[in-house]
Nanobody, 123 residues
Framework: QVQLVESGGGLVQAGGSLRLSCAAS????????MGWFRQAPGKEREFVAG????????YYADSMKGRFTVSRDNAKNTVYLQMDSLKPEDTAIYYC????????????????WGQGTQVTVSS
């Protein structure tokens, strides 16, 4: 059974940084599309950033470009989301997801999801 386990969320002041981790089991992160999504209360789940299928490319939502960075440690089978210059509007539950279907930004294309980690940015 594929498992994705996120960690690293928490409370941070505006302008601060956090690094989220997503450790995968029974799935190789370098061989599949891996995405980070977030969902704020009352809003739809939205794409944040991720790796394309087989990890060949990285993708970012426009509002995250320059502030968020995805990376990967193949030896640990883990993907990361470095978040800098955080804003109160970045407050959400952040999810890691894996797609064997070559999805990028569409959450319906992802087969597996982590449980999510809360990120709260105070003003």
């Amino acid at each position: 059974q594929v498992q994705l386990v996120e960690s690293g969320g928490g409370l941070v002041q505006a302008g601060g940084s956090l690094r989220l981790s997503c450790a995968a089991s029974r799935l190789t992160v370098s061989s599949n599309a891996m995405g980070w999504f977030r969902q704020a209360p009352g809003k739809e789940r939205e794409f944040v950033a991720g790796f394309g299928w087989r990890g060949r490319d990285t993708y970012y939502a426009d509002s995250m470009k320059g502030r968020f960075t995805v990376s990967r440690d193949n030896a640990k089978n883990t993907v990361y989301l470095q978040m800098d210059s955080l804003k109160p509007e970045d407050t959400a539950i952040y999810y890691c997801a894996a797609s064997t279907l070559r999805a990028v930004a569409d959450p319906s294309g992802y087969n597996y999801w982590g449980q999510g980690t809360q990120v709260t940015v105070s003003s």
